[in-house]
């Protein structure tokens, strides 16, 4: 904690005064917002000239208004990577604009997107799965950030951002990352803005990931419908992962190793799909979007 600095008797009691007129005034706002007088947008623009309310903690705001509460208001300011301490003059613009779609009507807001997280043993074909549901433009996919190296036909801000350990390392400390997890040796992660951005316009979101981080998403946003896809048996998962050309035959024993963890890790989804045909998988997740 800093020294508090040092003030003459006459100073600790007009800065005392002060307190309590400021305390005063985030009580009387705090009040409004509770009878409905204020909403965001007006507290916003009170800030701007009046310090007291520009000092006011955004939770202290949120747990105001009628049906939100102290735990609803932190879940939401997690959501929206807006820091339980941060006060109202400290809120970004896209903060801002993403508190205010959170409590704007329905009618003109676009009702928040799904989120759908596809998992699932390593060569079960949720990549294939994931790019014909883009394909359907029902869904907007996620893409991931990677430390690994591309495979001969991937592209890179297509597959995958591939990037350096360093730079990865660099967006955890940022949180810039939704989760991520190390997987046979390299880190993925998903870029957390997109997928809030995209379910706030009203997107339904797939994120296609491996189970530790299909974990952490729920425990973010449990909302999330965990997605379990299965291959029909051992030996068909066993023969497409050795049927993949791209991974040396190291890699493809570790995938098999993983992919035995992996499987017992099913029961802990919401849903599991066996993947008996590509068609009928997409298909599954599409109809889930109306269910
Ligand atoms: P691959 O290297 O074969 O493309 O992917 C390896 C594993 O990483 C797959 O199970 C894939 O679903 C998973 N994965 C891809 N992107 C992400 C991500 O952003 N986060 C997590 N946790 N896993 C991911």
């Not at 699932?120 to 014909?132: E, F, L, N």
């Not at 597959?159 to 400390?173: A, T």
């Not at 799909?273 to 109809?287: G, Y």
């Amino acid at each position: 904690m800093p020294t508090p600095p040092k003030l003459t008797p006459e100073e600790r009691a007009a800065a005392l005064a002060k307190a309590s007129i400021a305390r005063k005034r985030r009580a009387e706002i705090k009040a409004e917002i509770k009878s409905g007088n204020l909403d965001i947008q007006g507290v916003y623009e009170l800030s701007q000239s009046d310090d007291a309310v520009s000092k006011m903690r955004v939770a202290e705001m949120l747990e105001s208004i009628t049906g939100v509460g102290k735990i609803r208001a932190l879940a939401m300011m997690d959501r929206l990577n807006i820091s339980p301490t941060r006060r109202i003059k400290g809120l970004g613009t896209n903060q801002l604009k993403n508190l205010l779609s959170e409590f704007s009507p329905t009618s003109t807001k676009a009702k928040r997107g799904r989120l759908i997280v596809l998992s699932g043993p390593g060569g079960v074909g949720k990549s294939t799965v994931a790019a014909q549901l883009r394909a359907t433009g029902d869904y907007w996919v996620s893409i991931s950030v990677t430390t690994r190296l591309p495979r001969i036909n991937e592209k890179d801000g297509v597959d995958y951002y591939f990037i350096n350990n360093v730079e990865f390392e660099k967006r955890i400390r940022g949180s810039y990352f939704l989760e991520w997890a190390q997987f046979a040796g390299a880190k993925y992660g998903t870029p957390r803005e997109g997928v809030e951005q995209a379910l706030l316009d009203g997107h339904n979101v797939l994120l296609e990931i491996e189970i530790d981080g299909a974990k952490q998403v729920k425990s973010h946003m449990p909302e999330a419908m965990l997605v379990f896809l299965s291959p029909p048996s051992w030996e068909d998962l066993v023969s497409r992962l050795e049927g993949r050309g791209t991974d040396s035959p190291e890699r493809r024993t570790e995938r098999l190793a993983l992919a035995q963890e992996e499987i017992a890790a099913a029961p802990s989804f919401d849903l599991v799909i066996v993947n008996t045909s590509v068609k009928e998988v997409v298909d599954q997740l599409v109809s889930l979007l109306s269910a």
